[in-house]
């Protein structure tokens, strides 16, 4: 079945770091771009950062440029979120989804979301 | 503060067509397609409408999209009681190089 499937939540203290991972099969994951997207609970949905299927075009939200670094390895099949100093107010639900080639605004294939909570 | 604006709130009897509307500006709907997700509870957001009125594989003709200028609508026609759920618009921003979505609306089912 064509899925991706993020790991690494967990509890983090504020400040701390945390390192976010999705694995994508039964796709040709090198040919796609790829989103992180996380949702507060009981709140909408905020984009997080963006990474092209060669890597070459990174974007991120203002409200985590500087502490989360996206990345990917297409030999493995994997997208990663790593989050440094983090706040409060990046506690969510993340969730990796892919991007639909010809239309950078539509999400086609979604994860089952992976729990941050950031606490001390 | 979501950058599209959206009801949070819309409701029907079944059977009944229910539309949402999307307000963005020139940087988001102006200049890009706009994409509609469902949102059932505890799951992840399923894409229900993309290039402004296409509907993926599986996606019911119930519903369609339309965009003019920089506002878009979702309609869902013949409501019923499974269409309960969160609904957001998207659209990619070029002036933040990001998409950006909608703060939601919640559809019932009366």
């Known amino acids: 079945e064509v899925q991706l499937a993020e790991s690494g939540g967990g509890l983090v203290q504020p400040g701390g770091s945390l390192r976010l991972s999705c694995a994508a099969t039964?796709?040709?994951?090198?040919?796609?771009?790829f989103i992180w997207v996380r949702q507060a609970p009981g709140k909408g949905l905020e984009w997080v950062s963006y990474?092209?299927?060669?890597?070459?075009?990174?974007y991120y939200a203002d409200s985590v440029k500087g502490r989360f670094t996206i990345s990917r390895d297409n030999a493995k099949n994997s997208l990663y979120l790593q989050m440094n100093r983090v706040r409060d107010e990046d506690a969510a639900v993340y969730y990796c989804?892919?991007?639909?080639?010809?239309?950078?605004?539509?999400?086609?294939?979604w994860g089952q979301g992976t729990m941050v909570t950031v606490s001390s | 503060q979501a950058v599209l604006t959206q009801p949070p709130s819309a409701s029907g009897t079944p059977g009944q067509r229910v539309t949402i509307f999307c307000s963005g500006t020139?940087?988001?709907?102006?200049?890009?397609?706009v994409n509609w997700y469902q949102q059932l509870p505890g799951t992840a957001p399923k894409l229900l409408i993309y290039?402004?009125?296409q509907r993926p594989s599986g996606v019911p003709d119930r519903f369609s999209g339309s965009k003019s200028g920089t506002s878009a609508s979702l309609a869902i026609s013949g409501l019923q009681s499974e269409d309960e759920t969160d609904y957001y618009c998207?659209?990619?921003?070029?002036?933040?190089?990001?998409?950006?979505f909608g703060g939601g609306t919640k559809v019932t089912v009366l």
């Open positions: 989804a892919r991007v639909l080639p010809g239309d950078w605004g539509a999400f086609d294939l």
């Open positions: 039964k796709f040709t994951f090198s040919n796609y771009a």
């Open positions: 990474i092209s299927s060669t890597s070459r075009t990174i």
């Open positions: 020139r940087s988001n709907i102006g200049s890009n397609t």
């Open positions: 290039s402004n009125n």
């Open positions: 998207a659209a990619w921003d070029d002036s933040l190089n990001g998409p950006v």
